[in-house]
């Protein structure tokens, strides 16, 4: 069967930039898709996307003019159903046979199962032999190219992710009948469709397909743009149309341009700078641009008096600039723009942004200056008319609730001895409450009600031009951290305890009223704030126990809510479980770790790597089999004594073990006692000989009762011994 590529563009307005990359990857996957399941394409096919500002295509390669024929079995119904007790068909059956487009014969030749080609009889769906079920084999002609095509394009359409759809009319003059208003994303003028250099007859969205596109708006070289062939289009655009279609290669146009630019900026200023570094911004400019044109800007230098985080702010988020900052960070006057147009004097369009964004730092700079002329802790009480949530109050009253979980956070810290000298624990107490109490303040300033991301990192800066501590500084802006995946923790411990608190209190608030995570659905950003209390209990190492900061939260909402730490904490357990996969630890080796339901997280890390240091160990599966076992015996006798009576040891196999047992154990213990849970684990592995014997050639159960309950109580001690550190018999393959 000879192939040939296809290429298939729909030619539209400006195109949402958020949902560019998204519905030309969809579109794209689809079409292989349908056509693969069609026959027309096959393994070997590739779809290459295309998405631009104007555009959404796709090439794919190995695909047929018409797929091959093939034989379709169609399922019936059970033959007693079908035919009748002669074995005539029923007129159940004729009108089966007959919505197939299956002939019957005439009466006089009678009609019966032996003579209609292509019905069988087949053993029933539960494959007994006395329920036969009727199927009809038909044979069927490969699908055509056009019809397949229109299948997959109509099929791909429908299933766009569209984030909001618009209606517009049709000209009067449509070519096709029935159409005079079409719902898209965005109004769509054309349909280029080529298979090697020959149109398929399509049409959607009231147009019909044809061999030309339209290129650059400004910047084509024909308009239209003809395409001879479908492998020509992707030079062809660049050539003629002036135009990088392809998302992926744009991206990286853009990437390397950025550093280029970069380059040159840092040869004028003398010292290394480069762009600053977002994915989604470099993303949506990818979205805006059809031919990126990167030009070098500034502004005056009087603005970089206003935090820099401000600026780049503005810069990216209103005008879609990437900034340039040095190697330390520190951002310059330097910034970057993209045009979509190549101009022969850039003067202009440079001089055009410069005063754009003037006015914009203008106002940044007059925010700043405003805010400081009130401090903080005279803000706090406008929180009282700020709605966190109907059912669980003010921003005033969640920062109390804050407050309190901090403050007991932080004394549990100093009971554990996690706070240790030069600080003072008094002065540490005083700072968490002061951090604690003044970090939703910045929600009523100026600058944060115009770019909320700013939340907590102006409230550091406020903080530290009121005159307060830098430990208190930094804790109220950190306090949200992190904020992302991968985002660094707060720097100081004040920062993490309140930032542990803040999360906390989210956490706790939402499940007690019943706002859990749903699905794909996490509208609280549950499962963020989740990561971020387990990453600071790990990281941190703090020596917190789960259910001692569940507590706190919970008494902090007093009658508010309902308790939910049970589910909270399943949550958390199982939020941890996905994190430690992220960091390349295994299925069983976790599941091992947190099946004993650690209530301090702190040494979560130390008891996987040790549960990993004896998982390679030649003796590990040997014992896990037997603790396994061992587990097993005891779930069936409830509670039960680890007290072993020797005089009671009758056969050399149980003596041996007990005795190895006695011998293991203090060695055992002094490793656990100082934190060695490798050496401890890896201390157990003497025992593998003596339990293999025990099992082999002991009775655990025996008839006589005490020598029963005291076997029972030895492979109880044996399993105490086994799981301080994990339960061992998860590795048990």
């Known amino acids: 069967m000879s192939t040939q590529n296809l290429l298939l563009e729909l030619f539209v307005e400006e195109l949402p930039p958020k949902a560019l990359q998204k519905l030309g990857d969809a ?3 689809r079409l292989l898709e349908k056509l693969r399941q069609l026959g027309l394409a096959d393994a070997s096919s590739h779809a290459t996307p295309y998405a631009s500002p104007r555009r959404l295509g796709s090439h794919i390669t190995h695909v047929a003019a018409q797929a091959s024929d093939q034989m379709v079995q169609h399922k019936l119904m059970p033959a007693a159903v079908g035919l009748d007790g002669a074995g005539m068909p029923t007129p159940a059956l004729v009108k089966k046979l007959s919505g197939l487009g299956v002939s019957l014969p005439t009466p006089s030749q009678g009609p019966n199962q032996d003579n209609i080609q292509g019905l069988k009889r087949i053993e029933g769906p539960s494959g007994k032999a006395d329920a036969p079920y009727l199927v009809f084999e038909q044979h069927q002609q490969g699908l055509k190219l056009e019809q397949g095509l229109q299948m997959a394009l109509d099929e791909a359409l429908a299933k766009l992710p569209i984030p909001k759809l618009m209606t517009y009319q049709l000209e009067a003059n449509c070519e096709l009948p029935g159409w005079s208003s079409v719902h898209f994303v965005r109004p769509v003028h054309g349909l280029l469709a080529l298979h090697g250099s020959e149109v398929v007859a399509v049409q959607a969205l009231g147009l019909k397909s044809g061999a030309t596109t339209r290129g650059h708006r400004f910047e084509a070289l024909a308009d239209p743009v003809p395409v001879s062939h479908a492998d020509a289009y992707h030079n062809t655009m660049r050539e003629l149309g002036a135009v990088i279609a392809s998302f992926g290669e744009r991206r990286q146009e853009i990437e390397q341009q950025l550093q280029q630019a970069a380059s ?14 977002d994915e989604a911004l470099l993303d949506e400019v990818t979205a805006l641009v059809e031919r990126p044109k990167v030009l070098v800007c500034q502004f005056d ?30 951002l310059t006057n330097y910034f970057l723009v993209f045009s979509n147009i190549n101009p022969a004097d850039p003067s202009v369009v440079v001089g055009g942004n410069e005063r754009v964004v003037r006015p914009r730092l203008a106002d940044a700079q007059f925010f700043f200056n405003q805010d400081r002329k009130v401090p903080l802790t005279s803000r706090v009480e406008g929180l009282h008319k700020v ?3 109907n059912k669980l109050g003010s921003q005033a009253e969640r920062m109390q609730r804050v407050l309190s979980m901090a403050h007991h956070i932080a004394e549990l810290l100093i009971e ?19 951090a604690s109490s003044l970090s939703k303040a910045d929600l009523l300033t100026d600058m944060v009600g115009e770019f909320p991301e700013l939340q907590g990192i102006m409230g550091g800066y406020y903080a530290r031009h009121d005159g307060l501590d830098d430990a208190i500084a930094w804790a109220v802006e950190d306090h949200y951290k992190p904020r992302f995946a991968g985002d660094v923790l707060p720097r100081n411990m004040v920062g993490v305890v309140v930032a542990l608190a803040d999360k906390l209190e989210t956490l706790v608030g939402m499940f007690g009223i019943g706002n859990v995570p749903t699905g794909d659905k996490d509208p609280f950003a549950l499962r963020r704030h989740a990561l971020g209390v387990l990453r600071m209990l790990t990281e941190k190492q703090l020596p917190l126990e789960l259910h001692q900061v569940l507590t706190v939260s919970v008494e902090a909402f007093g009658p508010l809510i309902q308790d939910p730490s049970i589910a909270l904490t399943e949550f958390l357990m199982d939020r941890l479980a996905g994190l430690l996969r992220d960091q390349g630890y295994g299925p069983h080796e976790i599941d091992a770790v947190l099946a004993l339901h650690p209530q301090r997280l702190d040494d979560v890390l130390t008891k996987l790597e040790a549960v990993r240091t004896f998982a390679s160990l030649p003796e590990s599966s040997a014992l896990a089999a037997a603790n396994k076992r061992v587990g097993n015996i005891l779930k069936k ?13 009758q056969e050399p196999a149980e003596k041996a073990l007990y005795e190895a047992i006695q011998l293991v154990l ?28 025990f099992f082999e050639g002991v009775m655990v159960n025996a008839e006589d009762e005490a020598l029963r309950l005291n076997r029972q109580s030895l492979i109880k001690q044996l399993h105490q011994a086994m799981n301080r550190v994990a339960d061992l018999s998860r590795l048990a393959a």
Do not use: W
């Not at 006798?637 to 040891?649: A, I, R």
């Not at 213990?669 to 593998?688: C, E, I, M, N």
């Open 27 to 29: 579109f794209s996957s």
């Open 264 to 277: 040159s900026v840092s040869g004028l200023l003398g010292r290394n700078v480069q762009p600053v570094q």
């Open 301 to 330: 230098q009087e603005f970089l008096s206003v935090p820099q985080e401000c600026l780049i702010l503005t810069m990216k988020a209103n005008q879609k600039y990437f900034p340039l900052l040095d190697v330390s960070g520190v």
């Open 387 to 389: 709605v966190y949530h």
């Open 416 to 434: 554990a001895g996690a706070i240790k000298a030069p600080i003072v624990h008094a002065d540490f107490l005083n700072q968490v409450d002061t």
């Open 637 to 649: 006798l409830g509670s039960l004594e680890s007290v072993v009576q020797p005089e009671l040891l």
């Open 666 to 693: 203090p060695q055992a213990q002094a490793f656990l006692k100082a934190g060695d849970l490798a050496a401890y684990l890896k201390s157990l592995a003497v025992l593998r000989v003596p339990v293999d014997a």
